[in-house]
């Protein structure tokens, strides 16, 4: 539900010549990212024939608009006028909940020992801690596909790498702060690595690209190093079902 009388708070702001950036109280908060996503839908609906894209982040919203058929300044009139006048608690959001293998092996989970040892925590409680937390999908950025899941229970809280490594395993799970993510392709990155997903999360033969969209849950399970590999198999064969990842 969305409390109206927060509506207040949001502040549109020209930025450039074709977006207009919806910005609201500047915090990670679900309530807050679960108002962005009603507002990015209701936009995208509302004002079709104009409005190309929107792109939520935690707490703001970047407006993609054809500046062509309307100026920044109507746009913003606009959305002010209609955010005034729509009682969008009643707008549900859609969303769903997956339910994400994870092989924390210490051949995957490379930083396990020495988070152990930072956090006074035994691996073993590493991972049921991780385990036990239901995480929103706040955004995707950083790389394509990559979600920003929050938030980890503050015992398992970790701070970044000073130094990052040049190259991150596609499919790793890290750690960063009270955030964790799956590192959806080889990259740089300086979070600590705790355990590897075998599900990829993007599926360049498909028109959505990924099944995972902002606003939705996850939780992780354990999984063995065999269970793995045999789903990895499975899905370079085409065989994996990812409608079972549903809960």
């Given at each position: 539900?969305i409390?109206?009388?927060?509506?207040?708070?949001?502040?549109?702001?020209?930025?450039?010549?074709s977006?207009v950036l919806l910005?609201?109280?500047?915090?990670?908060?679900?309530?807050?990212?679960g108002t962005?996503?009603r507002?990015?839908?209701?936009?995208?609906?509302?004002?079709?024939?104009f409005v190309?894209s929107?792109?939520?982040?935690?707490?703001?919203?970047?407006?993609?608009?054809?500046?062509?058929?309307?100026?920044?300044?109507?746009?913003?009139?606009?959305?002010?006028?209609?955010?005034?006048?729509?009682?969008?608690s009643?707008?549900?959001l859609?969303?769903k909940k997956?339910l994400?293998?994870?092989?924390?092996?210490?051949?995957f989970g490379?930083?396990?020992?020495?988070?152990?040892?930072?956090?006074s925590?035994?691996?073993e409680?590493?991972?049921?801690i991780?385990?036990t937390?239901?995480?929103?999908i706040?955004m995707k950025?950083?790389?394509?596909?990559f979600?920003?899941?929050?938030?980890?229970?503050?015992?398992?809280?970790?701070?970044r790498?000073?130094?990052p490594r040049?190259k991150?395993?596609?499919?790793?799970?890290?750690?960063?702060?009270?955030?964790?993510?799956?590192?959806p392709s080889n990259a740089?990155?300086?979070?600590?690595?705790i355990?590897?997903?075998?599900i990829p999360l993007?599926?360049?033969?498909?028109?959505?690209?990924s099944?995972?969209?902002?606003?939705?849950?996850?939780?992780f399970?354990?999984?063995?190093?065999?269970a793995?590999?045999?789903?990895e198999?499975?899905?370079?064969?085409?065989t994996f079902?990812?409608q079972?990842l549903?809960?």
């Open positions: 539900m409390d109206q009388s927060k509506m207040s708070d949001i502040r549109l702001i020209t930025y450039g010549e977006h910005k609201m109280e500047q915090r990670i908060d679900p309530t807050i990212n962005i996503h507002l990015s839908r209701f936009i995208l609906d509302r004002f079709r024939g190309l929107c792109t939520p982040s935690y707490c703001s919203l970047l407006i993609s608009f054809d500046h062509s058929k309307v100026n920044a300044k109507a746009l913003i009139s606009m959305l002010n006028q209609v955010l005034q006048d729509t009682d969008l009643r707008k549900p859609d969303s997956y994400l293998p994870v092989c924390y092996d210490l051949t490379i930083d396990l020992r020495s988070l152990s040892k930072t956090l925590l035994s691996i409680e590493i991972i049921r991780h385990c937390q239901t995480y929103l706040y950025g950083f790389l394509p596909g979600l920003y899941l929050g938030e980890a229970d503050g015992r398992i809280a970790a701070n790498h000073d130094v040049k991150v395993k596609q499919g790793s799970v890290g750690l960063a702060g009270r955030q964790t993510g799956i590192y740089p990155g300086g979070w600590q690595i355990g590897s997903c075998p993007i599926q360049w033969d498909s028109p959505e690209l099944i995972f969209n902002a606003g939705d849950q996850i939780k399970k354990s999984i063995d190093i065999s793995h590999a045999a789903i198999k499975e899905i370079k064969m085409g079902d990812f079972s549903s809960i």
